[in-house]
């Protein structure tokens, strides 16, 4: 662990201003996932640096792809991380298992792990230098963190950013939260959109309401979609990837299973998210051997997307984390203490 003050606010406004183009060695292409189906990544290698220090690999929440990242991994590869990312099945410009792209529509969250695997078994980021670091936004954490516990010695560590360790759903009764889509699905109406979802539509409404803070950033989602590829849009979750999501979340609250995770993690959580369950969120880091939570000040959902004064909490906190003017270490005896410590204020 290191009190290092890097990035530093000149590096974060540079950053700021290149958020919508990619790096000039940026690599964006497809691979085959084990059962066939196309699926998109990219590969940012940090080529002017002549010994990258690691390779952070970014997943994508729901409804986001790979350019929403572009601002922290020109971040990281002006510190002298390489990085890559990949859009998950269902979303971005990988393969969408219902014909409607507008439908977000999952068989289970079961087949993102074997992606994941796929991403790095085809030695598509094994190329990359090591330590790998897995780094997602919400339903993209919640995949990292099932990943973690299966596949143990993939990555080095993780930073799950607003995880989906459950969905905020308000005090809705569970026998209402999962009855609906059980009985949805049971119809025959698993591919309908969930109260309150519709096709893709630009601009702040609805649960897009709930996201972040900056007007500026909100935008970024809406202006690659315009102006870079309209099939990167995806519109409302539907009853089946509902149902999915609901059941993979107990799959992650199953006695043991937090407990079982050994991978130093880092767990950003948004004070003021009404997307996932921030109560479950601190339930769950509390239970890991090696987890930090830190609770950013203020922020909605999309931390990453947040004013330029809770981004710096962001990088404050990773800056903690890892060492980002070397090469990060993550021995044992660098780990944050379990529990005790493991709740810490997003403020300096």
């Not at 059962?35 to 080529?47: T, Y």
């Not at 971040?75 to 990949?86: D, E, K, R």
């Not at 068989?107 to 790095?120: E, M, N, R, Y």
């Not at 769950?284 to 004064?309: Q, Y």
């Amino acid at each position: 662990m290191t009190d290092s003050k890097l990035p530093g606010a000149a590096l974060l406004q540079q950053a700021k201003a290149q958020r919508r183009t990619a790096p000039e060695d940026a690599v964006f292409n497809y691979f085959k996932a084990e059962d066939g189906e196309q699926l998109r990544f990219a590969r940012f290698p940090a080529s002017k640096v002549l010994e990258p220090k690691g390779t952070v690999i970014f997943l994508p929440g729901r409804t986001e792809f790979i350019e929403k990242f572009l601002e922290d991994v020109h971040v990281f590869n002006a510190l002298g991380f390489a990085c890559a990312a990949m859009d998950l099945r269902g979303q971005g410009m990988s393969f969408r298992p219902h014909p409607n792209r507008d439908k977000h529509y999952v068989q289970s969250f079961d087949t993102h792990l074997t992606d994941v695997k796929s991403f790095f078994d085809l030695k598509l980021v094994n190329k990359m230098p090591r330590p790998f670091i897995l780094m997602g936004h919400s339903a993209g954490s919640h995949v990292i963190l099932r990943f973690l516990h299966d596949h143990p010695g993939y990555a080095d560590a993780a930073i799950t950013v607003a995880p989906m360790v459950r969905i905020f759903t308000g005090g809705l009764p569970n026998a209402v939260a999962y009855g609906l889509p059980w009985l949805m699905r049971r119809l025959g109406l698993g591919a309908a959109y969930i109260p309150g979802h519709t096709a893709f539509k630009e601009g702040r409404w609805g649960w897009r309401k709930k996201l972040t803070h900056d007007d500026e950033r909100f935008c970024d989602e809406d202006f690659f979609i315009q102006n870079k590829d309209k099939r990167l849009a995806v519109g409302g979750a539907t009853y089946k990837w509902l149902w999915e999501a609901l059941v993979s979340c107990d799959k992650l609250n199953a006695p043991g299973f937090a407990e079982a995770i050994e991978t130093p993690l880092l767990m950003l959580q948004a004070e003021e998210d009404k997307i996932v369950d921030n109560k479950a969120q601190t339930a769950f880091a509390n239970r890991l051997p090696h987890g930090r939570l830190v609770v950013i000040k203020g922020s909605m959902h999309e931390i990453l997307k947040e004013t330029d004064a809770m981004r710096a909490q962001v990088w404050d906190a990773i800056a903690t984390f890892m060492d980002l003017e070397h090469r990060p270490v993550f021995a044992e005896e660098a780990l944050p203490a379990p529990a005790a410590t493991a709740v810490l204020s997003g403020e300096k």
